[in-house]
Every structure is written in structure tokens, then in C-alpha cells.
């Protein structure tokens, strides 16, 4: 599957972004999906995920403040961001997965101000 991520920018402190990832050529309801990102100096770290089922799961660091959701109608997922920090500044990736089958998304770059 293919993976294309939209919808990151510069936002101040407190403000809400929300990102979106596309997928095209799978069986996008099939695939577990998730969202990491990589801050300069960082590895690259597990944002949130949603499985099929839509159980989803967070990190302790954004928990209450992201959402993941998915629309396999539209074979896209998305990840809402509310009370952002300037701590949250990275490059966002979406991540799907089935069984050994893994693709990422070529990310997008969220910047937020204080």
C-alpha cells in the first residue's frame, strides 16, 4: 500500500492541526495503521495507532490531546491534534501495517511556536 500524508504546518502553542494519510493500492481496511514522528536529534516514535477493530492506542505524551481515527470509505486515516506544544514539533509519518507488511508515508512536517 502506498501511503500519502497531508496537513502539517506551523501552528502556534495551544493550537490544533489535523493530519491526513491516504493509502491507495491495498486493501486499506485490512491494514493496521498508525502515526509516528521523528524530532531533529530523535528516533522516530510510535504517536498513536488504530487496528482494524478501531482500537486504538497512545502514547503517554499525547494522550488526551491527539485522536486517530480512520474512514476505510475513504482508505484514510487521520490523526487530530489539539493543545499542541512546542515539544510536539517533528516530522509525522503514517505507518501501515499487515502481518510482515509494513509501509510509511513520506511525512509531513509539523512546527509549533511558542
Known amino acids: 500500500v502506498q501511503l500519502q500524508a497531508s496537513g502539517g504546518g506551523l501552528v502556534q502553542a495551544g493550537g490544533s492541526l489535523r493530519l491526513s494519510c491516504a493509502a491507495s493500492g491495498g486493501l486499506f481496511s485490512a491494514y493496521g495503521m498508525a502515526w509516528y514522528r521523528q524530532a531533529p536529534g530523535s528516533q522516530r516514535e510510535m504517536v498513536a495507532t488504530i487496528a482494524r477493530d478501531t482500537t486504538t492506542n497512545y502514547s503517554d505524551s499525547v494522550k488526551g490531546r491527539f485522536t486517530i481515527s480512520r474512514d476505510n470509505a475513504k482508505n484514510t486515516v487521520y490523526l487530530l491534534m489539539n493543545s499542541l506544544k512546542p515539544e510536539d514539533t517533528a516530522v509525522y509519518y503514517c505507518?501501515?501495517?499487515?502481518?510482515?507488511?509494513?509501509?510509511w508515508g513520506q511525512g509531513t512536517l509539523v512546527t509549533v511556536s511558542s
Open positions: 505507518n501501515a501495517q499487515l502481518l510482515h507488511l509494513i509501509s
